[in-house]
């Protein structure tokens, strides 16, 4: 099973980007989805996640209203439209998939998720 995630890459604030998670060998169709990101030295920090059958969505404070999680389970991936970047919105990006539905007050635990892609890389300049 591989998650993996990309369109990461360098943006100026205030700018857009679509970041994409597919998994390969699996489908988490029936599972939760989730984004995560980490900056160097600090804890990895849940960012949104999307539920079975496009339930929820969730989101961390930090990003509502200007970040949206989506899934198209034809495709068995799951996107995340970044708009409004700040410069600190750097991080790298990861997604987390987990067979089953994660209830939704543990939507935001790293721990609850089984399954990680490597990561994808947003570097927002001011």
């Known amino acids: 099973v591989q998650l993996q995630a990309s369109g990461g890459g360098l943006v100026q604030a205030g700018g857009y980007l679509r970041l994409s998670c597919t998994a390969s060998?699996?489908?988490?169709?029936?599972?939760?989805v989730g984004w995560f990101r980490q900056v160097p030295g600090k804890e990895r920090e849940f960012v949104a996640a999307?539920?079975?059958?496009?339930?929820?969505?969730f989101y961390s404070d930090s990003v509502k209203g200007r970040f949206t999680i989506s899934r198209d389970n034809a495709k068995n991936t799951v996107y995340l439209e970044v708009n409004s970047l700040k410069p600190e919105d750097t991080a790298v990006y990861y997604c987390?998939?987990?067979?089953?539905?994660?209830?939704?007050?543990?939507?935001?635990?790293?721990?609850?998720?089984?399954?990680w892609g490597q990561g994808t890389l947003v570097t927002v300049s001011s």
């Open positions: 060998g699996h489908t988490f169709s029936s599972g939760t």
């Open positions: 987390a998939a987990k067979d089953g539905r994660i209830i939704t007050s543990a939507v935001n635990r790293a721990e609850m998720y089984y399954y």
């Open positions: 999307i539920n079975p059958w496009s339930a929820g969505p």
